[in-house]
C-alpha cells in the first residue's frame, strides 16, 4: 500500500541555518505531494504542494521538488528562522483506486529553531 | 474569507458522557472529513464525507460516529467517549472531481481539542 516515509525529528537548529527533511514514498500511480506544517496548537496548514514529477513547490522560503526517480520529496529552506518553529507533515494522495484523494502522512518532523 | 471553523476549541468531558464536535466550511466543498491526532502523531483519518456518502475507515471504533446534514456542515458524535480518546480532533475539506487526477489539496480547521476525564 501507499506510505509516506519522513525523517524522524526533533531536528534543531540555530537561526538562519539550512534546513533539510527527507521525505520517500511509496506509491503506485502519480500521487500528488505535499508539505503540511502545523503550528503548536492549531490545525494543519498546506505550505507546498507538487502534482507531477519534476515539479518543484515553494512557498515562504520552502522548496520541495517532486523527484520520481528516487520516490522523494524533501524539504528544504535555506535560512530559518524562529517563526519557522512547528511539526512539518510529508502526505501524499493514494494515487489509484475510486479514493484517491485521501491523504496518507508521515509521522511528522518536529522543528525547532533557535535565535 | 473562505474557511474551515470548528467549534468548540476545547472541550472536556467525563469518561462516558456523549460529546459532539462540529465543523463548517464555507468553502463549497464536497468533501469534508475528521481526523483525530493524538500527541506527537500524524493525523489518523477516522472517516469522510463525499457528498452525502458516507466513507467509514475500517478501523474507526464504532464508537465514533458522524453526521452531515447539509454541505456545510458535519458533526462528529463520540457516543462513549474512554479516555484514550483525548486528542485534538481535525476537520478538513476538499473538492473532488474525479477523472481529473489526483490535486485534491485537503483545507483544514483549527482542530477541537478534547480532554477525556
Known amino acids: 500500500g501507499d506510505s509516506v516515509t519522513q525523517m524522524e525529528g526533533p531536528v534543531t537548529l540555530s537561526e538562519e541555518a539550512f534546513l533539510t527533511i527527507n521525505c520517500t514514498y511509496t506509491?503506485?500511480?502519480?500521487?500528488?505531494l505535499f508539505w503540511y506544517v502545523q503550528y503548536p496548537g492549531e490545525g494543519l496548514q498546506l505550505l507546498l504542494k507538487a502534482t507531477k514529477a519534476d515539479d518543484k513547490g515553494s512557498n515562504k522560503g520552502f522548496e520541495a521538488t517532486y523527484r520520481k526517480e528516487t520516490t522523494s520529496f524533501h524539504l528544504e529552506k535555506g535560512s530559518v528562522q524562529v517563526s519557522d518553529s512547528a511539526v512539518y507533515f510529508c502526505a501524499n494522495t493514494r494515487a489509484v483506486g475510486g479514493s484517491n484523494y485521501k491523504l496518507t502522512f508521515g509521522k511528522g518532523t518536529l522543528l525547532t529553531v533557535n535565535p | 474569507d473562505a474557511m474551515v471553523i470548528q467549534n468548540p476549541r476545547y472541550q472536556v468531558t467525563q469518561f462516558g458522557k456523549p460529546v459532539t464536535l462540529s465543523c463548517s466550511q464555507t468553502l463549497n466543498h464536497n468533501v469534508m472529513y475528521w481526523y483525530q491526532q493524538k500527541s506527537s502523531q500524524a493525523p489518523k483519518l477516522l472517516f469522510h464525507?463525499?457528498?452525502?456518502?458516507?466513507?467509514n475507515e475500517a478501523d474507526t471504533p464504532d464508537n465514533f460516529q458522524s453526521r452531515r446534514p447539509n454541505t456545510s456542515f458535519c458533526f462528529l458524535d463520540i457516543r462513549s467517549p474512554g479516555l484514550g480518546d483525548t486528542a485534538m480532533y481535525l476537520c478538513?475539506?476538499?473538492?473532488?472531481?474525479?477523472?481529473?487526477?489526483?490535486?485534491?489539496?485537503?483545507?483544514f480547521g483549527p482542530g477541537t481539542r478534547l480532554t477525556v476525564l
Open positions: 506509491a503506485t500511480g502519480y500521487p500528488s
Open positions: 478538513a475539506t476538499s473538492r473532488v472531481e474525479q477523472g481529473l487526477g489526483a490535486d485534491n489539496e485537503q483545507f
Open positions: 464525507y463525499y457528498d452525502k456518502d458516507f466513507n
